[in-house]
Structures are given as C-alpha cells and as structure tokens.
T-cell receptor
C-alpha cells in the first residue's frame, strides 16, 4: 500500500542546533516533494519544493534533500530558534492523479 | 499579500443539518482544494477543482459535495452533517494541481457536529 511516513514523536532540540526531519514514502514515484509548516489551529504554510532531478534545495536557514533511491526526503533547519517550533508536513504528488498527498507531520520543539 | 479566506474559524452544527463552508482566494488560481485534517490521519483530500464548474473527487468525497461557480470561490457542502464529520476543514489554492506549485491554505474551519 502507499504510505508517507514522518516521525510521529516530537523532536526536541536546543536553540542554535540543526533540526533534521525525515519523510519516507512507499509505493509512490513523485516528481515533486514539498514541505510545509503548520502552527496550532492554523493552515499549513508552504516552505519549499524540490523536484526529482534535484538533490538539494536551500532557502535561508532551510535545506531539503530528495533521494529517490532511498525514497526519502530530509528537511534541515540550521541555527534553530524557538520561533521554529511548529509541525512540519511533507507532501508529494501522486503521479497520474494530479493531487498532493500529505504526511501526518512531525512536531518540532526548540527550547531556549 | 495573497490570501485564501475561509468564512468561519469555528462552526457548531446539529446532526442532519446542511452545512456550507465557503472559501475565497484572491490570487486568480485555477486550482482549488478542500482537505480535512484529523489527528493521526493528516490531511485528506475531499474534492478539488481545476476550473470553474469543474470538480474532481478526492480520497474521501462521501457525504460531501462542492460548488465552483466563480473562479475565486470554492464551496464545500455537507449534505446532512454527521458527527464523524467533526474535523478541521482546510481550503487551498494553487497555480498547479500536481506538486509543481506550492499550495496556499486558508486558516481553516473547525467544525463540530453535535
């Protein structure tokens, strides 16, 4: 069956450290993978998109990698801050069905 | 600043009522989506529309219908609300409907059916 897996346990890190979140998928062949941030009670906010022919994408303190062999994307936040505390969702396109499918998200807690 | 606006943040409705959730976007996007989000299940696609008067079923369309009479407005209708439709409902819009563009989401409507 098709699955998108993100760690359901919260990730707790100290301010200033690098946070690394994982997104694994099974039985999908996405051309694109996206990452979103979601704060409690709010809608997700789009952060980054990476294409299957791109290994890595950066935006300010954010870095995303996409390994189609491992079927995995890693999302890094460098020099993390308490304001980065949120739930982070990965999403990929369900090729042929023209829709975006979301993982359940990983909660990140950055303590001062 | 581009926006997707959902008409209500919180709604409480009775079982059997017909419920309308409204969504308006100001970005001239052709593609609009309705998701529901439940703990442990993530976001699940209910319906989407890639043009005015066009609609496509998502993964969980049962008990829902949609209307897209104007490009900027996409409405979700619960024909006869049931308690298992208590959820957070999220509307989104995008330039594309695959994964080639990011989605812009509204703030969500938390619907409680009693």
């Amino acid at each position: 069956s098709q699955k998108i897996e993100q760690n359901s346990e919260a990730l707790n890190i100290q301010e200033g450290k690098t946070a690394t979140l994982t997104c694994n998928y099974t039985n999908y062949s996405p051309a694109y993978l996206q990452w979103y941030r979601q704060d409690p009670g709010r809608g997700p906010v789009f952060l980054l998109l990476i294409r299957e022919n791109e290994k890595e994408k950066r935006k300010e303190r954010l870095k995303v990698t996409f390994d189609t062999t491992l079927k995995q994307s890693l999302f890094h936040i460098t020099a993390s801050q308490p304001a980065d505390s949120a739930t982070y969702l990965c999403a990929l396109d369900d090729t042929g069905f023209q829709k975006l499918v979301f993982g359940t998200g990983t909660r990140l807690l950055v303590s001062p | 600043d581009v926006k997707v606006t959902q008409s209500s943040r919180y709604l409480v409705k009775r079982t059997g009522e017909k419920v309308f959730l409204e969504c308006v976007q100001d970005m001239d996007h052709e593609n609009m989506f309705w998701y529901r989000q439940d703990p442990g299940l993530g976001l699940r696609l209910i319906y989407f529309s890639y043009d005015v008067k066009m609609k496509e079923k998502g993964d969980i369309p049962e008990g829902y219908s949609v209307s897209r009479e104007k490009k900027e407005r996409f409405s979700l209708i619960l024909e006869s609300a049931s308690t298992n439709q208590t959820s957070m409902y999220l509307c989104a819009s995008s330039l594309g409907h695959g994964g080639d563009y990011g989605y812009t989401f509204g703030s969500g409507t938390r619907l409680t059916v009693v």
